[in-house]
Nanobody, 116 residues
């Protein structure tokens, strides 16, 4: 069973940057479409960004121009570079497959808090 471990979150001021990492226990990023998700307290989990197996990317409107998804296949790791962070970006961030029927077990996520 594939394990996903998210890291890199923290407390940052509005306008700041963070880079999140998603490490997989096996080589998956060059094979499958993978996504970043986030869930804020009281809200449903929402899709943030996707990197397809061919390397193309897609973003939710609310992060376009601010976030960049990428991957390093050799390191079995996917990244989310987050710039110009806003308080409304505060959430726990997770990574997983794009389709719910294909989900791996969810990791613990990484907390991102944007506050002055």
């Amino acid at each position: 069973q594939v394990q996903l471990v998210e890291s890199g979150g923290g407390l940052v001021q509005p306008g700041g940057s963070l880079r999140l990492s998603c490490a997989a226990s096996t080589s998956i990023f060059s094979i499958y479409h993978m996504s970043w998700y986030r869930q804020a307290p009281g809200n449903q989990r929402e899709l943030v960004a996707t990197i397809f197996n061919d390397g193309t990317t897609n973003y939710a409107e609310f992060v376009k121009g601010r976030f960049t998804i990428s991957r390093d296949n050799a390191k079995n790791t996917m990244y989310l570079q987050m710039n110009s962070l806003r308080p409304e970006d505060t959430a726990v961030y997770y990574c997983n497959r794009i389709r719910s029927v294909d989900y791996y077990p969810w990791g613990q996520g990484t907390q991102v808090t944007v506050s002055s």
